[in-house]
């Protein structure tokens, strides 16, 4: 069975059934267990994929199509002050589609744009909303560790623009988000 964190404080998820399902042993077991949440027939639009009891609320949401058929650029850059800055920028304006990779000073390579078709930029886009970007804290900080890394997301949309920043501390779902930021043919981030 696959685990699948909270995107807001990493606790295993349940998976959530909507509607009323027939009560087996097993399936009341699943719930004591806190394995499956059944949700009932409130159903919000879109609806979430996973229930956290721990911070007691529907998570995973998986379906935005009004914020990602909107998405006009997807900004990260990760660092720190001794290896420096790196930056990828993705970009769709006007029918045409590019990703630019802007190495930090210590890297001893030099900037690379590559072009992509709308689709391969769709792709991009939809795997960076697919790490649960949009529910994680707006700022995650460890004031413990100094001179550690930090970095900042910005995804413009519409008229909006939203960011996301750390340091040295990384969502639960941060993974899935580099795993998005790689699919690129471009110089890998770590
Ligand atoms: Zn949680």
Known sequence: MTRIRCPHCGHETAKIIYGIP?????LQKDIDDHKVYL???ERMIPPPSRYCFHC?????YTFFPV?????TKVEFEIGGYFQGYKRLVVEGKDNSYFATYYPSHCEDILEKRITLTS???KK?????????????DEFYDNRDILDGTSWQITITYGNYQREWSGNNVYPPSWNRFIKAINSLDLPTIK
């Open 22 to 26: 027939q009560m087996t042993d097993q």
């Open 39 to 41: 949700a009932g027939c």
């Open 56 to 60: 007691k609320q529907g998570v995973c």
């Open 67 to 71: 914020e990602e058929m909107e998405t």
């Open 119 to 121: 689709d391969q930029y």
């Open 124 to 136: 991009f886009v939809h795997k960076v909303y697919m790490s649960y970007i949009k529910e994680w």
